[in-house]
């Protein structure tokens, strides 16, 4: 009872070494349904060729219907003796249909470009999800942004003091490095949409099937491979995924790694909800940012899914190679990961309480308003060069004094320069520099209030 597809010119079963190592089953396993929509789309265009006569036909979709129903609950699966997904769905079909026609569906098919066909199809199923948890996590930032439109912060460069800017302002930057993966999410589905179904091993068939047709009825938008060698050989399309993946990853793990500081006590400007944190086995005071520091590891994994299969495809010669039956299990992981992170990750944004006064508290210190000192005197027609060097000196009396900017007497502005007239204390306030930086892309009120507006508009159409 050999379930192998390539008995004939074996004198020898596989040795069991060879059948553990060679069984890619209880990976590939998630790839059933699609393996089933293809031997449907296949048995079609068999009988088009004038390969299964309609009542073939018909009975190899019955046969179908059952082992798909069969997959389903669970009462049909595979084993390791079967080696892969597409061996053990024969089998199947097998069993309920018989040799005689069971054994019909191999025709002008093989296991590379079945494989290569269903990957695509499962991957951008997964696309449109992660796409959607996506979206639902820039909701929440969205929110979170919307439900403080003024609240001031500390903008930060090299993580030191910087310039005020917006908490609003800053969610929204977060929102749109999101925009931007999705968006190539999108895009990666659209070049994905070609089916190498027909192009058999590697050179085609010989059949007369239509791979079109075949392409069309697995929703395939943009036909099917224009080159069989590339269909069967070409895994770009796993290793583009895998980066947007990672992309995901690493962009999640930029918030994380803020949403773990600002959580500190050193920091107070967040407070994460009991129910998206976790305790300490030991120490009973403690709440930890679990979900941010799991987001924040699991970029690394995502990292290393990608890299890996960009070794595994470094050299391969065409057309296809067993090393491509390693191409499965890091992009499943990477699926898996994202989906499980996305929506504790969401939850933990939803349910943060923003701490405005310490934010507020601390959006002016570490003479964050230089810049604004130093931008009005260039408005009084003082050049930039002077200008900085003045706003400079004016940062090192205080740090002298061990007061800040606002808290300088005319006097000693006087004394720093003669251009430092008092009106200067007009820039000297948070809300002030905020308010100024008013052009596109800015962090003052208005600016981001304009955002915010584009940004709903493309979250409704994304
Ligand atoms: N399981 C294989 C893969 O995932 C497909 C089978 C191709 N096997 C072969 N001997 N050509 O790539």
């Known amino acids: 009872n050999d379930v192998r597809l390539w008995g004939g010119r074996f004198a020898d079963g596989p040795a069991d070494a060879l059948a553990k190592l060679s069984a890619s089953v209880h990976f590939d396993w ?55 997904v597409h061996t053990a769905l024969e089998r199947g079909l097998l069993e309920r249909l018989g040799p005689e026609l069971g054994g019909k569906l191999r025709a002008g098919r093989s296991r590379n470009d079945q494989v290569a066909t269903l990957f695509r199809m499962y991957l951008r199923d997964h696309a449109r999800i992660i796409g959607g948890l996506i979206t639902d996590l820039q909701q929440v930032l969205v929110g979170l942004a919307t439900a403080h439109p003024d609240v001031a912060m500390p903008g930060r460069t090299h993580l030191q003091h910087a310039q005020p800017v917006l908490f ?62 590339d269909g069967t050989a070409s895994r770009d399309f796993v290793a583009e995924f895998a980066f947007i993946t990672a992309m995901i990853g690493v962009d999640l793990s930029r918030i994380a790694e803020e949403v773990i500081i600002w959580n500190t006590k050193e920091f107070s400007f967040v407070t994460l909800h009991d129910a998206f944190s976790t305790g300490s086995s030991i120490m009973p005071q403690k709440k930890n940012p679990d979900i941010a520091e799991l987001a924040r590891g699991k970029s690394g994994r995502l990292i290393g899914n990608l890299t890996g299969l960009l070794a595994t495809l470094k050299a391969l010669p065409l057309a296809y190679n067993r090393d491509l039956q390693e191409d499965k299990e890091p992009v ?77 007497t005319d006097d000693q502005f006087a004394a720093i320069s003669e251009h430092l007239t008092p009106e200067v204390r007009g820039v000297l306030s948070v809300h002030g520099a905020l308010a100024a930086r008013n052009g596109r892309g800015g962090t003052a009120p208005s600016a981001v209030a304009a955002q915010l507006a584009e940004v709903r508009e493309d979250l409704a159409v994304q």
Request: charged letters at 25%; a negative charge.
């Open 168 to 229: 609003a302002h800053h969610m929204l930057a977060h929102v749109q490095a999101l925009s931007r993966d999705a968006e190539r999410l999108r895009q990666w589905d659209e070049r994905t949409a070609v089916s190498p179904y027909g192009s058999g091993a590697l050179a085609g068939s010989s059949l007369g099937l239509d791979p079109e047709a075949v392409a069309a009825d697995l929703g395939f938008e943009h036909g099917s491979a224009a080159n069989s060698i």
């Open 332 to 408: 499943f992981d990477s699926c898996d990961q994202l989906e499980i992170l996305l929506p504790a990750f969401t939850g933990m944004m939803e349910t943060l309480t923003i701490n405005r006064e310490r934010m507020e508290e601390l959006a002016p210190a570490g003479f964050s308003l230089a810049t604004d000192v130093a931008e009005w005197l260039v408005k009084q027609g003082v050049p930039f060069r002077v200008a900085h060097e003045v706003a400079g000196e004016c940062v090192k009396v205080c740090e002298a004094e061990g007061i800040e900017l606002d808290e300088l």
């Open 30 to 84: 998630r790839l059933a349904p699609y393996d089933i929509a293809g031997s449907r789309a296949h048995a079609r265009v068999l009988h088009k060729a004038g390969l299964l006569t309609a009542d073939e036909l018909e009975r190899m979709l019955v046969g179908l219907d059952e082992l798909e129903v069969d997959v389903a609950d669970g009462s049909f699966t595979g084993t390791i003796a079967d080696e892969d």
